[in-house]
């Protein structure tokens, strides 16, 4: 069974940094490509940073120069570093697996952790 298991989320003022973690668990972690995605209240959802098996990265416009993406295979978890958050970064934020290790997302995700940026 697969999991996907969010945290690091939380409420920051503008100009604060968070990290998020997301430990996956029932997947070929080390060949899967793995994304964070974010939704706010009525928008659909969308791609905040991926990164895949062999390390290569892309980002989302808004959030390049200060999100950062990264994984550990021995620990089964990729993560996002935060600097330099907005009140716009506001968002429930999940992970995704693609165990094709394709861009673009797989079948499988987290439950969310809520990010709340205060201005």
């Known amino acids: 069974q697969v999991q996907l298991v969010e945290s690091g989320g939380g409420l920051v003022q503008a100009g604060g940094s968070l990290r998020l973690s997301c430990a996956a668990s029932?997947?070929?972690?080390?060949?899967?490509?793995m994304g964070w995605y974010r939704q706010a209240p009525g928008k659909r959802r969308e791609l905040v940073a991926g990164?895949?098996?062999?390390?290569?990265?892309n980002y989302a416009d808004s959030v390049k120069g200060r999100f950062t993406i990264s994984r550990d295979n021995a620990k089964n978890t990729v993560y996002l570093q935060m600097n330099s958050l907005k009140p716009e970064d506001t968002a429930v934020y999940y992970c995704?697996?693609?165990?094709?290790?394709?861009?673009?997302?797989?079948?499988?995700w987290g439950q969310g952790t809520q990010v709340t940026v205060s201005s």
């Open positions: 995704n697996a693609n165990p094709l290790g394709l861009l673009g997302p797989g079948n499988y």
């Open positions: 029932g997947i070929g972690f080390s060949l899967s490509s």
């Open positions: 990164i895949t098996s062999d390390g290569r990265t």
